[in-house]
């Protein structure tokens, strides 16, 4: 058996013999082939070995990816070193500030390109090059999906910048300053000048946000190298990660190592152990899910509040914490986490090498003094960064940072002040005569998957104006969408099912009592069953739709928050794996 076995490895196609095009000869097909891509100067002896797939984002349009084509060219020269014949191809490259509506309405186009391209051009394994919030799930999306070797490489972060000696980075003292400039602290003269050092090169955000979370995710998944997430962009060690990037490419390639094979429900649960020590971004739950997904695994989200209570806060990183990204780097990086947490990991996870996490860990080394990361039994947080609710509210889960909350919030009932779309929050959160005190909870409808659509990072209200300028800082926040990872604040997000679809967050109206209880997991609208039902039944909702293109197609298939907001027709049908598995 173990022989026959490997005669269909020798027998199955390698290089430019994979996918040729349908031409009803296969020999004139690969003559074809070969014919052009000869017109670029390459030889028989170079057309000869593995070939390695580069995917290139890079675009003018995408300052996170400013550093593609340094990263390419290290890349190249990775795979030549090791025997490999490297080819970059473009894919669609999405921006989190410059896609409109939103950039997760594109990841799951992203991903169908991803997929479609690694599937159509002849490669032995693939490197998936990303770093801005949802390039990195929609490559891993894609690639899991594809089954060829791949193997993830972050841009990096930017490097911070100093505004009148203040250390700032973006994009959590974007927000910081902005808050200031709204409740007139700041000039319009000051707000300027902190907007030309908030990012000081190319890369990703400085702090723990979603690009910064799935960087690390990506890691402790395996499918990246280790010590990968946290080098920043323009560093020399960020160019060394990309020259040995290519180099594992080729082995993995000679090896079969494919996407499955790492991306085990043992890999992903120590993936969701690692978000919740570092702070990580909400939205990586989005993605974990959408990811997991492709491969036939769910994520229970009661399972990982239950793992959250055992797993604290580790990284002093904004916004739960004080550090940016060049520090984690200097600490260690990820490295220094997954030794604190080593107990709670799956060591004999696969990884990219094809060594598990436990031998890399010991190829590591002991790890040294720093400030960073914080020791088990020191955190800066005692539980995970993330807490999951439910309630008549969110009967399909809810869920909150709660390691970047307000603490005398995270117990309290309030009055909602609701606002039925982002064009409504627009048009009067700024409005004087706003009905609204501190003690209120702000709730925004029609802002999830269908709703917006695309699920935008609108569910960081801003403060109203008149209680800005009275120096309110936090007020509980209520959306069925999401924040941006480098947000903080009691914020309730992911409400499931959204309002779009007839949840109970659109029979929500003002002046309504809503509790929220973060130690008890509850998030409530106090209003009897009778009366909401009563509410259903006269306002009943009908789902948006879209007449023609990729709105129909999203509109027509997206899936709920729990589900990863992926499409539908993308998901396996039956499901082999439910993780994290009780402890």
Known sequence: MNNSSNDSKKDKPKGLHKGLTSYGDAGFSLFLRKAFIKGAGYTDSALDRPIIGIANTGSAYNPCHGNAPQLIEAVKRGVMLAGGMPMD????????????????????????????????????????????????????????????????????????????????????????????????????????????????SVGTCSVMGT???????????????????????????????????GATAVAMALSGLTPEKILTGKAFENALRVLLAIGGSTNGIVHLTAMAGRLGIEIDLLQLDAMGAET????DLKPSGQHYMEDFHKAGGLRAVLRELKPLLHLDALTVTGRTLGEELELAGPGFAQDVVRPFNNPIYPQGSIAVLKGNL??????????????????????????????????????????????????????GPKGAPGMPEAGYLPIPI????????????????????????????????????????????????????????EISLLVSEAELAERMQQNPITPPSAERGYRKLFLQTVTQADQGADFDFLRPENFTEKVPRPR
């Not at 007839?502 to 029979?507: E, F, I, V, W």
């Open 312 to 315: 604290p806060v580790l990284v």
């Open 89 to 200: 191809f473009p894919t669609i490259s999405v921006h989190e500030s410059f896609a409109a509506p939103t950039s997760m309405y594109l990841r799951n186009l992203m991903s169908m390109d991803t997929e479609e391209m690694i599937r159509a051009q002849p490669m032995d394994a693939v490197v998936l090059i990303g770093g801005c919030d949802k390039t990195v799930p929609a490559q891993l999306m894609g690639a899991a999906s594809a089954g060829v070797p791949a193997i993830q490489l972050v841009t990096g972060s930017m490097l911070t910048g100093s505004h009148r000696s203040e250390r700032v980075g973006a994009c959590t003292d974007c927000r910081r300053f902005w808050g200031k400039y709204r409740a007139e602290e700041i000039d319009a003269k000051e707000i300027a000048d902190v907007n030309n050092q908030l990012v000081a």
């Open 466 to 521: 008149k209680l800005a300028r009275q120096g309110v800082k936090d007020m509980v926040r209520i959306s069925d969408g999401r924040m941006s990872g480098t947000a903080a604040g009691t914020i309730v997000l992911h409400i499931t099912p959204e309002s779009a679809i007839g949840g109970p967050l659109a029979q929500v109206r003002n002046g309504d009592r809503i509790r929220l209880s973060v130690s008890k997991r």
């Open 211 to 245: 690009a910064s979370t799935m960087a690390c995710i990506a890691e402790a998944l395996g499918i990246m190298l280790p010590g990968g997430a946290s080098a920043p962009a323009v560093t020399a060690d960020r160019i060394r990660i990309a020259e040995q990037t």
């Open 394 to 447: 969110a009967p399909g889960g809810a869920i909150i940072k709660q390691s970047a909350a307000h603490k005398g919030l995270m117990e309290s009932e309030g009055r909602a002040v609701v606002f039925e779309n982002i064009e409504d929050m627009a048009e009067r959160i700024d409005r004087e005569d706003l009905d609204v005190n501190a003690d209120d909870f702000l709730v925004l409808k029609n802002i």
